[in-house]
């Protein structure tokens, strides 16, 4: 079965940088998309960023284009997004899927910005 483990949250301040890692296991990771969700204190879920199969291609919001960047590492079925220029409004759970994303969601990693 699928598994998905969210590391590397934390607290910063607005302006400060985080880097989010995800262990993925029980799909066949260097032939699967793969993105990155956030879910606010509302339980609202939305995309932050999104990466193709072979890793050159990553797909943002408005929102996170030019101040988030997402990489994957096939050979070790991990994902990560770094955050640059994080703002308060940024503060939510992160969570790594699929896209489409499975039903199967992981703990995910709590980010709180602080202004």
């Known amino acids: 079965q699928v598994q998905f483990v969210e590391s590397g949250g934390g607290l910063v301040h607005a302006g400060g940088s985080l880097r989010l890692s995800c262990a993925v296991s029980g799909i066949p990771f260097p032939r699967t998309l793969m993105s990155w969700f956030a879910r606010n204190s509302e339980k609202e879920l939305r995309l932050v960023a999104g990466i193709n199969e072979d890793g050159d291609r990553g797909y943002y919001t408005d929102s996170t284009r030019d101040r988030f960047t997402i990489s994957r590492d096939n050979a070790k079925s991990m994902m990560f997004l770094q955050m640059d220029n994080l703002r308060p409004n940024d503060t939510a759970v992160y969570y790594c899927?699929?896209?489409?994303?499975?039903?199967?969601w992981g703990q995910g990693a709590q980010v709180t910005v602080l202004s």
């Open positions: 899927n699929t896209q489409p994303p499975k039903s199967s």
